[in-house]
T-cell receptor, first 113, second 116 residues
Framework: GEDVEQSLFLSVREGDSSVINCTYT??????LYWYKQEPGAGLQLLTY?????DMKQDQRLTVLLNKKDKHLSLRIADTQTGDSAIYFC?????????????FGKGTKLSVIP | SAVISQKPSRDICQRGTSLTIQCQVD?????MFWYRQQPGQSLTLIAT?????????ESGFVIDKFPISRPNLTFSTLTVSNMSPEDSSIYLC?????????????FGEGSRLTVL
């Protein structure tokens, strides 16, 4: 079956850049996503990238996709304390008339003031 | 973005009992999804709830354990039946509002269940 792997923890200083990495196994993935979960809250979609793209930038967020290596990364520029959260990587594949997502276990980002 | 409300937000339950979680969306959607997030784990899709038809369950999840209702396009319920401590999890309702079927899911805040 599909598998999505990501490191569990990342700690950075405020103002530095954060890079969260993810690998996946499903070569037929259509979309890849980054979700953010703040303490006690549901998941919030940050951004997603179509599998035929290799980069997407949205303000402080940059997503890089290396389809050959099945590697996805999320770079957060000028990391702030409000960015402290768990970040989930997910990939989708079509099924049952819609896209079904497989999530990684999440990377807990801690931002040190 | 639309609002997804879940009730209860948290509950402590006794082994062997059942609990129904409600999910209310403030706009009509075709598909609603129920996920489980076990402690320290990723999200796992339980089932897809379609209005007017039976829910579609993922491998490892069965209707007898997780019955789902979808009476209209804005509401769904998930029941966790005959609970055991292994069912202690956060249960999340989600929808794809984009209409493009691209998996841009919006999530409720989740229902955190603790089974004693």
């Amino acid at each position: 079956g599909e598998d999505v792997e990501q490191s569990l923890f990342l700690s950075v200083r405020e103002g530095d850049s954060s890079v969260i990495n993810c690998t996946y196994t499903d070569s037929s993935s259509t979309y890849l996503y980054w979700y953010k979960q703040e303490p006690g809250a549901g998941l919030q979609l940050l951004t997603y990238i179509f599998s035929n793209m290799d980069m997407k930038q949205d303000q402080r967020l940059t997503v890089l996709l290396n389809k050959k290596d099945k590697h996805l990364s999320l770079r957060i520029a000028d990391t702030q304390t409000g960015d402290s959260a768990i970040y989930f990587c997910a990939e989708s594949h079509s099924g049952a008339g819609s896209y079904q997502l497989t999530f990684g276990k999440g990377t807990k980002l801690s931002v040190i003031p | 973005s639309a609002v997804i409300s879940q009730k209860p937000s948290r509950d402590i339950c006794q082994r062997g009992t059942s609990l129904t979680i409600q999910c209310q969306v403030d706009s009509q959607v075709t598909m609603m999804f129920w996920y489980r997030q076990q402690p320290g784990q990723s999200l796992t899709l339980i089932a897809t709830a379609n209005q007017g038809s039976e829910a579609t369950y993922e491998s490892g999840f069965v209707i007898d354990k997780f019955p789902i209702s979808r009476p209209n396009l804005t509401f769904s319920t998930l029941t966790v039946s005959n609970m055991s401590p292994e069912d202690s999890s956060i249960y999340l309702c989600s929808v794809d509002f984009s209409g493009r079927g691209t998996g841009e899911l919006f999530f409720g805040e989740g229902s955190r269940l603790t089974v004693l």
